[in-house]
Nanobody, 114 residues
Framework: VQLQASGGGLVQPGGSLRLSCATS????????VAWYRQAPGKQRELVAQ???????RYADSVKDRFTISRDIAKNTFYLYMNNLKPEDTAVYYC?????????WGQGTLVTVSS
């Protein structure tokens, strides 16, 4: 299984970006899809997660600003990021899991700066 993340870039504070994660497998095969991020000098943290049950959870720092969604036909899931802040600057990784196996995308850099 391969995951391909894309969509990062440089954006001004208050701006928006959409990250995409294309999967090589049927997206229904995953129990969980998620986005993580890692800022310089910090540990990787969970940003948003969607379980196969439909349950979605977000880190407190991104609630009401970020949205995780999926396109079943494209086997792709997304992270919509609005009202971006400088503290959102990080490398963003997509992750998908089935049973005890986790798969990771290569990461895409998001820089929020004026």
């Amino acid at each position: 299984v391969q995951l391909q993340a894309s969509g990062g870039g440089l954006v001004q504070p208050g701006g928006s970006l959409r990250l995409s994660c294309a999967t090589s497998a049927n997206i229904f095969s995953f129990n969980v899809v998620a986005w993580y991020r890692q800022a310089p000098g910090k540990q990787r943290e969970l940003v948003a997660q969607r379980l196969s049950s439909g349950t979605i959870r977000y880190a407190d720092s991104v609630k009401d600003r970020f949205t995780i969604s999926r396109d079943i036909a494209k086997n792709t899931f997304y992270l919509y990021m609005n009202n971006l802040k400088p503290e959102d600057t990080a490398v963003y990784y997509c992750q998908a899991g089935v049973v005890a196996q986790n798969y990771w995308g290569q990461g895409t850099l998001v820089t929020v700066s004026s």
